[in-house]
């Protein structure tokens, strides 16, 4: 009796133990940002998607795991929904921009803000349904969860490029 009732401690001990270790990881956005600061053209630019997940998955004893890496690569994630954000707002105010002086000479030409809305209301079911795509290849395994976000950070971060290098905002 006294065997299980070691076991039920101990597995609620681990149980409870468990989301600390995500919260637990030291993350810092600041190798995707030197990265992305010394790039010379959107080449280099891409290739800094990920820079911060890795230096992440580096730093941290548990970073390999599945629940490490989950969690590196869905900060990195937030990094570049927050600057997709941010360029889609920017890209925004350029398009409208762009409307008012086309409206000017060709009215019915003025739809760069309409297209870019309709542009991005398109892209995130893709980019969903791609990283679904992605998670599948690991036929309900751990690994798909990592491969999802991974999957999101890289296209969100592409996104997040090319809207930047539209509205201006790097």
């Not at 890496?69 to 105010?93: F, K, P, S, V």
């Not at 002086?101 to 060709?106: G, I, K, L």
């Amino acid at each position: 009796m006294r065997g299980g009732r070691i076991f039920g401690i101990g597995m609620a001990l681990l149980l409870a133990a468990r989301p600390a270790v995500a919260q637990d990881i030291l993350y810092s956005d600041d190798a995707t940002r030197a990265c992305l600061t010394a790039a010379q053209d959107s080449v280099a630019q891409e290739a800094c998607i990920g820079a911060s997940a890795n230096a992440c998955m580096s730093a941290n004893d548990l970073g390999g795991t599945t629940m490490g890496m989950g969690g590196c690569l869905d900060r990195e994630y937030q990094y570049w929904d927050g600057l997709l954000n941010a360029y889609y707002q920017t890209a925004i105010a350029r398009a409208k921009k762009m409307d008012a002086e086309v409206r000017a000479y060709t009215p019915e030409a003025a739809v760069a803000e309409q297209t870019l809305r309709e542009m991005q209301r398109a892209w995130i079911p893709y980019r969903d349904a791609a990283c679904d795509f992605e998670r599948a290849q690991w036929g309900g395994g751990t690994g798909g969860g990592p491969a999802a976000v991974g999957c999101l950070m890289r296209m969100t971060g592409e996104q997040a490029l090319s809207l930047g290098r539209f509205g201006y905002g790097q």
